[in-house]
């Protein structure tokens, strides 16, 4: 069964400090992909970065990257030079591409970001 | 219109009533999913439909009701609902759902906010 754990409940930064949000998962699928999504106050999921599996170099997108490393299972967020706007709930997900749960995507429970002025 | 749209945005009924949440997407997308968001529980699955078929039912409540009458447009039928149903509903699609695909990200509506009494 998949499964992700995100152990951060709550974050805090700085403003225009560098933060990690930590994302481990688990699967026997060796096809999957891995996601980040940001969900402001307003509700919204919007999608930030995807790593799959098979990708050699770590994803990036603007002030995202993240950290995968795939031996550990970990998919960590990392957001650089924070902003106000930042401040927001932050999932990991995971879609595996082979089993018969191809496509579906399984949620963390998410982590708190907070950037203070 | 772009993206993903919910209508409405918010939603207020009692146990009695019967109501339907829609869900719209411009995107040409072929994957559709309801999820539920409760406070302090992670993100749950409650139904995906590609290519219009149901392909998913996350032992959902008969008195949540999914309706898919093309890849564009998704609706949730609420009928005789309890309080705990009470949470933000969120709206998804994505490309077609397929085995050996685990690329696609999905893109979220803003949700429906739905409180019974």
């Known amino acids: 069964a998949q499964k992700i754990t995100q152990t951060q409940p709550g974050m805090f930064v700085q403003e225009k400090e560098a933060v990690t949000l930590d994302c481990t998962y688990d699967?026997?699928?060796?096809?999957?992909?891995l996601f980040w999504y940001k969900q402001p106050s307003s509700g919204e999921m919007i999608f930030l970065i995807y790593?799959?599996?098979?990708?050699?170099q770590n994803a990036t997108e603007g002030r995202y990257s993240l950290n995968f490393q795939k031996a550990r299972k970990s998919a960590n967020l990392v957001i650089s030079a924070s902003q106000l706007g930042d401040s927001a709930m932050y999932f990991c997900?995971?879609?595996?591409?082979?089993?018969?749960?191809?496509?579906?995507?399984?949620f963390g429970d998410g982590t708190t970001l907070t950037v203070k002025p | 219109e772009t993206g993903v749209t919910q209508t409405p945005r918010h939603l207020v009924m009692g146990m009695t009533n019967k109501k339907s949440l829609k869900c719209e997407q411009h995107?040409?997308?072929?994957?559709m999913y309801w999820y539920k968001q409760s406070a302090k529980k992670p993100l749950e699955l409650m139904f995906v439909y590609n290519f219009k078929e149901q392909t998913e039912n996350n032992s959902v409540p008969s008195r949540f009701s999914p309706e898919c009458p093309n890849s564009s447009h998704l609706f949730l039928h609420l009928h005789t609902l309890q309080p705990e149903d009470s949470a933000l509903y969120l709206c998804?699609?994505?490309?077609?759902?397929?085995?050996?695909?685990?690329?696609?990200?999905?893109?979220f509506g803003p949700g429906t906010r739905l409180t019974v009494l």
């Open positions: 998804a699609s994505s490309q077609a759902l397929s085995s050996g695909r685990a690329k696609d990200e999905q893109f």
């Open positions: 699967t026997s699928d060796p096809s999957y992909g």
């Open positions: 997900a995971m879609r595996e591409g082979l089993s018969t749960n191809a496509g579906k995507s399984t």
């Open positions: 995107l040409g997308h072929n994957a």
């Open positions: 790593q799959g599996s098979y990708d050699q």
